[in-house]
């Protein structure tokens, strides 16, 4: 299970992955690679429309005062390419039901990732947080780095004497000067924040190829009848007494669970980040298939930002606190 993979020593954990995973994974990229992260090269590949949250710094100027309307100029992505993975390792991901954690899964999804990429020579970075960003991991190649970055994933987050939520936005904001050239940046986070991270977002998405990687656990959208439980908030410690037989309860637990995916999902939808949802209950192979066909799939659409709607796990996801 993912949870017990979450505290495998690296080295025997990355060997699983390789053996159940990445070496399909590898296999099913193999030919179609530089169609996955497409754009940030210097070879021009093709021209077409302005779309929203294209960068302006793309745009044919010649071509677009031929035919009167923009256009933004595509490149053939680098063989050397920088990928980046944005973490949060914040109180709310060490949760999940059936013994399996948001973190967990995490862990195996940067681990299967940050192995393909890094057998093709291309380089990872990170940059980690806990209540704050507590660690940057430049970007490097090789397997021990990558055996270095799921230790720094699996160790005990920094203490903090202030209790407070999650500031999605400290993170991203710390990315925006950290990152020094055009990458595909991964942010891999279940989204639970405080307000302010959606324009941080958008800003890295224009510079960036951002995939947002939305973990969650199925216990966050529906209460069980459980009766009366204590729940606790796993960042600021504050607990209340609830009782979960309720059917009035569980109804209006579910509703406001709801509210939240919506504006959840707006957000994301409107930053102009792909969106990859990534369940404590998902099969990570099946997860990092889907995210090679919706990639190739954009491609070939040449569509700038977003997955295809229909290809995503769920159903499409203001500035609001998550």
């Keep these: 299970m993912a949870e017990a993979a979450a505290l495998t020593p690296p080295d025997q954990l990355l060997r699983q992955l390789e053996f159940t995973v990445i070496r399909k994974l590898d296999g099913l990229l193999q030919g179609d690679y530089r169609t996955l992260w497409r754009g940030a090269g210097v070879d021009l590949a093709d021209l077409r429309e302005y779309q929203a949250h294209d960068d302006v710094r793309h745009i044919d100027w010649n071509v677009t005062a031929r035919v009167q309307t923009p256009h933004v100029r595509q490149f053939h992505e680098d063989r050397d390419m920088n990928a980046w993975f944005l973490l949060d390792l914040s109180g709310s991901v060490d949760f999940g039901s059936a013994g399996v954690t948001k973190l967990a899964v995490a862990t195996r999804f940067v681990a299967a990732l940050a192995r393909v990429i890094t057998r093709h020579g291309n380089r990872v970075g990170a940059l980690l947080y806990g209540q704050r960003v507590h660690g940057v991991l430049p970007a490097r190649t090789g397997r021990l780095h990558v055996l270095e970055l799921l230790q720094r994933m699996q160790a005990p987050t920094p203490a903090s004497d202030e209790a407070r939520g999650t500031r999605l936005a400290e993170l991203l904001h710390a990315a925006e000067g950290s990152i020094p050239r055009r990458s595909v940046v991964f942010v891999v986070s279940d989204f639970i924040s405080q307000p302010g991270w959606a324009l941080t977002l958008s800003r890295l998405a224009r510079r960036h190829d951002v995939v947002a990687v939305r973990l969650w656990d199925p216990l966050e959208m529906d209460l069980p009848d459980a009766g009366l439980v ?64 919706l990639r190739k799939q954009r491609a070939r659409l040449k569509t700038p930002r977003r997955f295809p709607a229909t290809l995503q796990r769920a159903a499409p996801m203001t500035e609001t606190a998550t």
């Design 230 to 293: 204590t729940l606790q908030d796993a960042e600021t410690g504050e607990q209340i007494f609830v009782d979960a037989s309720s059917p009035a309860f569980r109804e209006r637990y579910a509703e406001l669970a709801e509210e939240q995916e919506t504006a959840l999902r707006t957000q994301l939808a409107l930053s102009g980040a792909d969106v990859l949802e990534l369940a404590t209950d998902d099969d990570l192979l099946d997860v990092l298939m889907r995210f090679a066909d």
